[in-house]
T-cell receptor, first 115, second 112 residues
Framework: EPEVTQTPSHQVTQMGQEVILRCVPI?????FYWYRQILGQKVEFLVS????????KSEIFDDQFSVERPDGSNFTLKIRSTKLEDSAMYFC?????????????FGAGTRLSVL | DQQVKQNSPSLSVQEGRISILNCDYT??????FLWYKKYPAEGPTFLIS???IKDKNEDGRFTVFLNKSAKHLSLHIVPSQPGDSAVYFC???????????WGAGTKLIIKP
C-alpha cells in the first residue's frame, strides 16, 4: 500500500542551526502538508502546498519556515534558524485530488530536538 | 483554539465490547470530519470520515455518527480488539481550505 515516508526519524540540532526535514508523499497525490505536534499538545497545521506553491499557512509558519518540492517526489520543510520551541514531532501528509483532498495520509514523523 | 474537543483523555473497554469515542466541535461551518488512529512512534493513520451532509458512515467494525445540531460526532468500534489500543484523534476541515483542525486525542485501552 502506498505510504508517505519521512526522513530522518530523529533530528538533533543546535539552536540557531538550519534543518531540513524530508518527505516523499504518495506518488499520485497533488496536495502536501506539514503539521507539528509539540509534546503534550495538539497536532497543529503548518502549511499546505499545491501546484508548486503554498496554498495556505498558519501563524506558526513564519519567515523562519519554508517548503519546497525540489523534484517530482520530495517535499521538504526547512527551518532556517531553529529555536528551542521548534522541538516537536513534524508530520508530513499528502492527499489526492480536488474531489478527495480531505483525506490526508500521514508519514511516521520526524522528531526534531533543538538543544 | 478549542474548535475541536475530545473531552476524555482516556477510555478503557473490555475486549469484545463496544468502544465509543466522542468529539465536539464549535464551528458549524466544518463540512468534513475524520478519525485517525495513532500508535506510539508512528504517524496518524486514517480510519474513517464523514461529510457534514450525512449522519452516519460505516466501515467494517467502525461507524461514525454525526449530530450537527449538537455539534457532536462519535466513533463506535465493535467489537473492540486488543489491536485497537491506540490514541484516537478527531479532526475537522472546511471545504474552502486545506488544514485539518485536531482534537487533543483519546487514549483507548482494550482490556483482555
Amino acid at each position: 500500500e502506498p505510504e508517505v515516508t519521512q526522513t530522518p526519524s530523529h533530528q538533533v540540532t543546535q539552536m540557531g542551526q538550519e534543518v531540513i526535514l524530508r518527505c516523499v508523499p504518495i506518488s499520485n497525490h497533488l496536495y502536501f502538508y506539514w503539521y507539528r505536534q509539540i509534546l503534550g499538545q495538539k497536532v497543529e497545521f503548518l502549511v499546505s502546498f499545491y501546484n508548486n506553491e503554498i496554498s495556505e499557512k498558519s501563524e506558526i509558519f513564519d519567515d523562519q519556515f519554508s517548503v519546497e518540492r525540489p523534484d517530482g517526489s520530495n517535499f521538504t520543510l526547512k527551518i532556517r534558524s531553529t529555536k528551542l520551541e521548534d522541538s516537536a514531532m513534524y508530520f508530513c501528509a499528502s492527499s489526492g485530488n480536488l474531489y478527495n483532498k480531505n483525506i490526508q495520509y500521514f508519514g511516521a514523523g520526524t522528531r526534531l530536538s533543538v538543544l | 483554539d478549542q474548535q475541536v474537543k475530545q473531552n476524555s483523555p482516556s477510555l478503557s473497554v473490555q475486549e469484545g465490547r463496544i468502544s465509543i469515542l466522542n468529539c465536539d466541535y464549535t464551528n458549524s461551518m466544518f463540512d468534513y470530519f475524520l478519525w485517525y488512529k495513532k500508535y506510539p512512534a508512528e504517524g496518524p493513520t486514517f480510519l474513517i470520515s464523514i461529510s457534514s451532509i450525512k449522519d452516519k458512515n460505516e466501515d467494517g467494525r467502525f461507524t461514525v455518527f454525526l449530530n450537527k445540531s449538537a455539534k457532536h460526532l462519535s466513533l463506535h468500534i465493535v467489537p473492540s480488539q486488543p489491536g485497537d489500543s491506540a490514541v484516537y484523534f478527531c479532526a475537522a476541515s472546511l471545504d474552502s481550505n486545506y488544514q485539518l483542525i485536531w482534537g487533543a486525542g483519546t487514549k483507548l485501552i482494550i482490556k483482555p
